[in-house]
């Protein structure tokens, strides 16, 4: 069996081993279990169902990851992604007016979409088309997006009307387990400990078991019914006031997906001699079709995770991560209230390590060229900034067109990047 797992997903060629991938795939999981709760919550304010949407979400993150695991080869897990659950709830249902059962027809219009921009080389060429510098400023601007979701989500820090954003109270609980995690999931890494980052998960999350700071909720309860499937409503969507909605569901999807897989890919060591990736279309249909699956199950757009860093981390390099975690989303369906009882505080220690580990991405600049460095740094800092992959991204693509034509290299530019600037500097100012 080893064997046959061995030559299907080329453990050996990438180093690693049955027992290295399932860790990963867990620590994957583990990172990006929050979603199960965090997405139900954010589409039940739109009107639809907890309950449902809970297995929606499940399914979704499940059947997604399953075919990036075994079509693609990637070890990078899906879910319905945050900031496109807002949107869908906040924005099209709740800013605009229309039926939840209309939005999930746009998302679905939109993955569809998002299949053909896939099966063509249009997407492909898009992707790998970003200079390298581009790619460094984007994988470090994620993990310093991770650090920010991690730093907030604790309590580490906090808003600050004064300064944006001010040091929180570090006495407390969240805020203290999470920085505990954190030390022990680095000592450890330092120490070469196999599964350093679960181990400091799951340690921090038995002390806030014992200590009160976190529920333990239970193990197992039967799934809820699924009174979301098929309910999305495509003559709604066809509605002339959707085109934005679908535009803008298709833009954040494709960068926050590009954004990620790059990312994710380059901590991997996954690129090729050019920066390029490996199976680039197997992944972007992956992405693509998990979209258009997700919204007839019945939720918001679904995308490739940052969190999947966690897992690379780890030690996953291939598909069997993505179908170790496809798995345990599977398996979330009857033990929903053991998913629920690991705290923020014990996934914020992973992603926090996760951010120090992708900032390096920075160090490979060519820092004496600043028409390469400046807008990668832009990059990585807009992107945290903004809470935004996507609108980080467009930010650097737009400076890096700019700075390339004014500095006298507008032949150095690839087409790609003017194409992607221009179209993200229509978003801002039509979309936004």
Known sequence: MNTAIDRFFGLQAQGSSVRQEVMAGITTFLAMAYITVV???????????????????????????LVMGLYANYPVAQAPGMGQNAFFTYGVVLGMGHSWQGALGAVFLSGLIFILLSVLPVREWLINAIPRSMKLGISAGIGLFLGIIALS???VIVANDATIVGLGDLTKAPAMLMLLGFVVIAALSARKTIGAVIIGMLLVTVVGWLTGAAEFKGLVSAPPSMSTFLELDLRAAFDLSMVT?????????????A?????????????????????????????????????????????????????VEAGGRTGLTAVTTAVLFLLCLFVAPLAQSI????????????????????????WTDVAESAPAVVTAIAVPLSYSIADGIGLGFIAYAL????????ARCPLAVYLVAGIFVLKFAFLA
Do not use: W
């Open 39 to 65: 997405n139900p919550a954010i589409l039940s304010d739109a009107g639809m169902d907890f309950g449902a949407v809970f297995v929606a979400t499940c399914l979704a993150a499940a059947l997604g990851t």
């Open 153 to 155: 989500g604790s309590g």
């Open 245 to 257: 909605v679908i535009l803008t569901l298709l833009l954040v999807d494709v960068f926050d997906t």
């Open 259 to 311: 954004g990620t897989l790059v990312g994710v890919a380059n901590r991997a060591g996954m690129l090729d001699e050019n920066g390029h990736l490996p199976r680039l279309r197997r992944a972007l249909l992956s992405d693509s079709s998990a979209t258009a699956v997700g919204a007839l199950l019945g939720t918001s757009s679904t995308t490739s995770f940052i969190e999947s860093a966690a897992g």
């Open 343 to 366: 705290p923020a505080f014990a996934t914020g220690a992973a992603l926090l390590f996760v951010a120090t580990i992708m900032a390096r991405a920075l160090e490979d600049l060519e």
């Open 403 to 410: 700075v390339k034509v004014l500095s006298g290299n507008a």
